[in-house]
T-cell receptor, first 112, second 116 residues
Framework: AQSVTQLGSHVSVSEGALVLLRCNYS??????LFWYVQYPNQGLQLLLK??????LVKGINGFEAEFKKSETSFHLTKPSAHMSDAAEYFC??????????FGQGTTLQVKP | GAGVSQSPSNKVTEKGKDVELRCDPI?????LYWYRQSLGQGLEFLIY????????KSGLPSDRFSAERTGGSVSTLTIQRTQQEDSAVYLC??????????????FGEGSRLTVL
């Protein structure tokens, strides 16, 4: 079975500061890991994915995430936050089927 | 249409009534998912259909919930004897291939259910 825990339901950063959104997973098989973003009043869109190739994954809008098996983590980072990054971010995991389990989401607030 | 279509977009019902929510996935997409999104609860997995395989129903919260997918296309989520805690946005998503390889889920705009 797979599960995802996102640490921190709300994260607030200043514009230009580092963004770090935490995700830990549990999986009985090698996981496939994803980050999605949901902007206000919009649907979810894929930010990036880890599918057992490179452990450091780069996505859209300057975001990246690193798969760390020893820590069962897949944290999302961005060196410098923009106001437009304010949104809700979801980590998700899939295992040996196509079933996709999402975390509870982290709302990112960016202060000017 | 080009995207995932869900209907109704809004449904207000009385406690104890049955409701049906419909999802039209993108043509040719073999995978179809239902999720429930409540404030502070993230996206709760409900059910997953992949091609002709038996659906993964492990996320359905009670036997009041059921879903079917006819002809590998349209899906209907049925909630019997609705309760106030069923109030949420029900999201449908489809994928053209195994999501593990692409991560690409195409979401509908959701059906907002309010149980009075």
């Amino acid at each position: 079975a797979q599960s995802v825990t996102q640490l921190g339901s709300h994260v607030s950063v200043s514009e230009g500061a580092l963004v770090l959104l935490r995700c830990n997973y549990s999986s009985s098989v090698p996981p496939y890991l994803f980050w999605y973003v949901q902007y206000p009043n919009q649907g979810l869109q894929l930010l990036l994915k880890y599918t057992s190739a490179a452990t450091l994954v780069k996505g859209i809008n300057g975001f990246e995430a690193e798969f760390k098996k020893s820590e069962t983590s897949f944290h999302l980072t961005k060196p410098s936050a923009h106001m437009s990054d304010a949104a809700e971010y979801f980590c998700a995991v899939s295992g040996n089927t196509g079933k996709l389990i999402f975390g509870q989401g982290t709302t990112l607030q960016v202060k000017p | 249409g080009a995207g995932v279509s869900q209907s109704p977009s809004n449904k207000v019902t009385e406690k104890g009534k049955d409701v049906e929510l419909r999802c039209d996935p993108i043509s040719g997409h073999t995978a179809l998912y239902w999720y429930r999104q409540s404030l502070g609860q993230g996206l709760e997995f409900l059910i997953y259909f992949q091609g002709n395989s038996a659906p993964d129903k492990s996320g359905l919260p009670s036997d009041r919930f059921s879903a079917e997918r006819t002809g590998g296309s349209v899906s209907t989520l049925t909630i019997q004897r609705t309760q106030q805690e069923d109030s949420a946005v029900y999201l449908c998503a489809s994928s053209p291939r195994d999501v593990r390889n692409t991560g690409e889920l195409f979401f509908g705009e959701g059906s907002r259910l309010t149980v009075l």
